[in-house]
């Protein structure tokens, strides 16, 4: 994570970053090159003068992400070394968001290729502040979501040959020196409690599944919110198997367990009062001789039967008997799930926002919300009654999806995982199209997002981290 240091001078070197509001002229010495540029400091106008500063067009910001946006743009347009961020005559939020941003499009991913120097980011950046104190101060905030993002982009980028079950598991144990509780049940203790769609996923693979619970117990004596993750380190589609084009991408089919994880250090790092708990599904869908088969029935750990239509269909499965513990062992406030579920969601929403699905109102615009004032934007689409009777089946409890074309998908896998919530304030976010991005985007280079990270620690900050709110009996998020 780029370095961010807050001083009312500047150090000897590094980049010079100018940020201008619109209408502003550059400073005198370099306002002739910027207009021979024809430069104007609009949202994302950036220019690098040679042999002097990176000129960085703001707009007319009005919200923390406006800043963040520019930031990132900043950052995407420096190369390796030390910047310096001049937000003197900003306020400290304003400067924290601005640093926030530059650490978020700085991020790489490099472990595994050697990066020629000149396609290197920044490494540090020192922002020169008014009040160096109050701009440290409201970075602490921002910089805990951006970790948990920045963690989640790295774990949703590694290659399931590094990132089997155990690894992820490992890595999740390691959350534990944050005050984070860490509990890991295996395929026997899975058995033992019943969990068999989360077993079935896995049982192709030579890595076995896990259910990792996080928990955060938080200061303040209330529910806890509940986050529940799809965790696929890997997934051919099993026996009913993915083409092999694009299926490489396979290897960020965990990048909603990853968010949640992502969450909840937020949370940690920055000491929220909120309980929270998140339930990850972590499991491999592989194919072999052990694998489930279309027309199998799996009964789930809440005793419901479920009849395979298409076992690449499977993080309905895993979701399906994470859910059910979320709620059943954790009596939370709320539960959210994120999941990268269905290509539909992608056919409908594109590549812009993640679908957004619940049986709340409340809590669906609270989320929704909080996703707009993080950048991480959610659109809601229904579960209707035509999408419950379309799961019907003749030898089980439901079917598990449909078979054929041109299908409501994302509709359907909804339907399915609302019958594991009960009455708890409930919502699901298909995220399969925001997980990752062909290109560089507003905040941050191409490759993963870490979408769904600060979204969860934004809508606990906004929704659930005051006293009295907590005490009010039957209050939703």
């Known amino acids: ?73 900043a950052a995407l347009a420096l190369k390796a070394g030390d910047a310096v961020l001049d937000a003197r005559g900003l306020g400290a939020g304003d400067a924290a968001a601005l640093a926030a941003g530059m650490a978020l499009g700085a991020w790489r991913f490099d472990r595994y290729r050697r990066r020629p120097a000149e396609e290197a980011p920044p490494r540090a950046v020192t922002v020169l502040a008014d009040d160096p104190g109050a701009a440290r101060a409201a970075w602490r905030g921002a910089a805990a979501a951006v970790k948990g993002c920045l ?81 696929l380190v890997f997934d051919t589609g099993g026996i009913s198997i993915k083409g092999a084009q694009g299926m490489e991408a396979m290897r960020a089919d965990m990048a909603g367990a990853a968010a949640c994880a992502g969450a909840m250090l937020a949370l940690a790092r920055r000491n929220s009062p909120c309980p929270a708990v998140a339930v990850l599904a972590i499991a491999e869908n592989a194919t072999g001789a052990a694998s489930y088969r279309p027309g199998d029935v799996l009964r789930t750990g809440s005793g419901r039967t479920v009849e395979v239509i298409d076992t690449d269909a499977e993080g309905r499965l895993v979701l399906a008997d994470a859910l059910h513990h979320a709620v059943t062992r954790h009596a939370p406030r709320a539960v959210v799930d994120l999941a990268t579920l269905t290509g539909a969601v992608v056919t409908a929403l594109g590549h812009h926002r993640a679908g957004l699905f619940g049986n709340d109102g409340a809590l669906a615009a609270a989320l929704a919300a909080a996703g707009e004032a993080v950048g991480e934007p959610l659109w809601p689409l229904p579960i209707g009654e035509r999408h419950r009777e379309d799961l019907r089946s003749d030898i089980a409890d439901l079917r598990q999806c449909q078979a054929g074309r041109l299908l409501p998908d994302a509709c359907h896998a909804a339907a399915f995982l609302e019958h594991f919530v009960g009455d708890v304030p409930w919502a699901h976010l298909d995220i399969a199209g925001v997980d990752t991005q062909d290109g560089a985007h507003a905040l941050g280079p191409a490759g993963a997002t870490g979408f769904g990270a600060r979204l969860l620690d934004r809508w606990v900050a906004m929704h659930h981290e005051e006293a009295d709110h907590h005490a009010a009996p039957g209050a939703r998020g």
């Not at 599944?209 to 993750?229: D, E, I, N, Q, Y």
């Open 151 to 231: 963690v989640a982009r790295d774990w949703t980028t590694e290659p399931a040959n590094v990132l089997t079950t155990r690894d992820f598991v490992r890595r999740l144990r390691g959350l534990a020196r944050h005050g984070i509780e860490v509990e890991v049940w295996g395929r026997k203790r899975l058995a033992r409690e019943g969990y068999g769609a989360l077993l079935a996923v896995g049982q192709g693979s030579a890595f076995p599944p896990r259910l990792v619970t996080l928990r955060w117990k938080g200061s303040l004596v209330a529910p806890p919110v509940a986050f529940v993750g799809k965790g």
């Open 1 to 73: 994570m780029l370095a961010v240091r807050f001083r009312r001078t500047a150090p000897l070197g590094g980049r010079l970053v100018l940020p201008l509001a619109a209408g502003a002229a550059p400073p005198a010495p370099w306002a002739a090159a910027a207009g021979a540029a024809g430069f104007r400091a609009e949202e994302g106008a950036v220019l690098d003068l040679a042999g002097g500063p990176l000129l960085l067009g703001l707009g007319t910001p009005g919200r923390a992400l406006d800043w963040e946006r520019a930031g990132a743009a």
